[in-house]
């Protein structure tokens, strides 16, 4: 199975940072990445797409990108809603795996 | 829009089989691949397996032979069922609709359902 590795496990950062989370890939998976956020008791939803394409209606302060096998998803101006823990899950091979999740909190 | 609801027992003993349904709305079954994923308390998120084109499927090896998936696309839903349950396989089960991205290979997931607790426990 393909490892996905996020860091860090969590963070904590103020309202308008710059967040920045990796992922990195046990091997290549080419731009098959996904980012998906998820909120206390709700459903994970889709951020980002193919490693760099922002899922319809989400905010464009949200953003990825890849270099080999490693992907960075970025907020540009952390606000209050993004309180959340974000997942990022390959499908380049199956079993489609998913990082341990990054808990983002507001300082 | 696109709706998925889980339903189901939320309390299953052990080594009994789990059996969750998602009904869909706003889409037909057949069209799309259809995924099934869990989340214990408090942990990430495992993959389990979808169903496609009505019959055919793919699973988490990690399940080994515990799981099968199906479709109805007659009642516009598709099922999940876990065998030989133990306390490991307490989690919130979501179920999903996969997509391709940009290309044509199938893997994203871009609607879920609310997701069901289901408790393993005598």
């Known amino acids: 199975d393909i490892q996905m590795t996020q860091s860090p496990s969590s963070l904590s950062a103020s309202v308008g940072d710059r967040v920045t989370i990796t992922c990195q890939a046990s091997q290549g998976i080419t731009n098959y990445l996904n980012w998906y956020q998820q909120k206390p008791g709700k459903a994970p939803k889709l951020l980002i797409y193919?490693?760099?394409n922002l899922q319809t209606g989400v905010p464009s302060r949200f953003s990825g990108s890849a270099s080999g096998t490693d992907f960075t998803l970025t907020i540009s101006s952390l606000q209050p809603e993004d309180i959340a823990t974000y997942y990022c899950q390959q499908y380049n091979n199956l079993p489609y795996t998913f990082g341990q999740g990054t808990k983002l909190e507001i300082k | 829009q696109v709706q998925l609801q889980e339903s189901g027992p939320g309390l299953v003993k052990p080594l009994e089989a789990l059996s969750l349904t998602c009904t869909v709305s706003g889409d037909s079954v057949s069209g799309f691949f259809w995924s099934w994923i869990r989340q214990p308390p408090g942990k990430g998120l495992e993959w389990l397996g979808f169903?496609?084109?009505?019959?055919?499927?793919e699973y988490n090896p990690s399940l080994k032979s515990r799981v099968t998936i199906s479709m109805d696309t007659s009642k516009n839903q598709f099922s999940l069922k876990l065998t030989s349950v133990t306390a490991a396989d307490t989690a919130v089960y979501y179920c999903?609709?996969?997509?391709?991205?940009?290309?044509?290979?199938?893997?994203?997931?871009?609607?879920w359902g609310q997701g069901i607790l289901v408790t393993v426990s005598s």
């Open positions: 169903v496609y084109y009505s019959e055919s499927t």
């Open positions: 193919d490693a760099s």
């Open positions: 999903a609709r996969v997509t391709g991205g940009s290309g044509t290979t199938f893997g994203v997931f871009d609607y």
